[in-house]
């Protein structure tokens, strides 16, 4: 019978390497009542903790299926998205992982305000990916599937080009900014509107704004497509997290998520446009 007086400590312990396995064996005696019991005592969990005991959480995967298309009832595209992503966030780390996806977005963007004296996309971008450095992860570790976790990229200030993007538009949301998913071929990309035009912005790399000259090439590679018009609703965007998603878990050997975000995938149907 574990002793539940010892929990907390138990979980402190789980940062060392040398005994992990032996506490997390201990941990799994607790059973069902293991998270409620974490909640209860007030526990606080790192990031690293969250991760390990998550899978000691056996209902997440049904809870994740269970709750899914909640975002598909928000009102906004953007509600939408901050809603699939959080979702998305809270399976990987579980609910009880102290730090919100919401909390931190409103975070950034009350800093942006009180460091700039206007509104400006632009302004934003160089505030996330110069100021706050933002910055795109390294190239043996893009395939991590926490890359796909807006709370881990804003955390960790790294991720993947399209995370990074989110971050942007999602922050850019709050500050009544119109910043759009541009889902360009290979890289995903921003379109933040100004007071002038719209500017495509690279988010992984810097937040740089494309030039005319480049984007005149990529037009031309793209047949005439106009770039700054591709469509890329939420569920575009959902929809192509998850694409990413089930190439990080099957690349780490987790066939099991690959497999619930493939699920995930076709209950998108006919929503994505």
């Known amino acids: 019978m574990p002793n539940i007086s010892q929990l907390s400590s138990l979980i402190r312990l789980l940062e060392d390497v040398s005994i992990r396995d032996t506490v997390m064996n201990e941990l799994a005696s607790f059973g069902p009542s293991l998270e409620k019991e974490i909640e209860r005592q007030g526990i606080p969990l790192s990031a690293v903790n969250a991760l390990l005991l998550r899978p000691l959480f056996a209902h997440y995967p049904s809870w994740l299926k269970d709750n899914w298309t909640s975002w598909l009832l928000k009102k906004s595209d953007n509600e939408q998205l901050e809603t699939a992503l959080d979702l998305l966030a809270r399976f990987q780390y579980g609910r009880l992982y102290p730090v919100s996806l919401r909390t931190l977005l409103d975070n950034l963007a009350d800093e942006y305000d009180s460091r700039y004296a206007r509104r400006d996309a632009l302004d934003l971008s160089e505030f996330l990916f110069q100021g706050y450095a933002l910055r795109g992860v390294d190239e043996d570790d893009f395939y991590n599937p926490l890359n796909s976790n807006l709370v881990y990229v804003i955390e960790q200030k790294r991720g993947i080009p399209i995370s990074l993007a989110c971050v942007y538009i999602l ?9 759009e998913g541009c889902n360009f071929p290979g890289h995903f990309l921003a379109v933040a509107s100004t007071r002038q035009d719209k500017v495509l912005v690279d988010c992984y ?34 929809a ?4 990413n998603l089930v190439a990080e878990y099957e690349s780490t050997g987790d066939v099991e998520s690959a497999s619930i975000m493939n699920e995930l995938l076709r209950t998108l149907k006919g929503v994505r446009a």
């Open 240 to 243: 192509r997290v998850l694409h």
């Open 171 to 179: 922050v850019g949301d709050r500050l009544e900014l119109k910043i």
């Open 205 to 238: 790399n810097g937040g740089r704004a494309i030039s005319k000259e480049t984007l005149a090439n990529a037009k031309a590679k793209l047949s005439g497509f106009d770039i700054l018009r591709l469509k890329c609703t939420a569920g575009m965007i959902v």
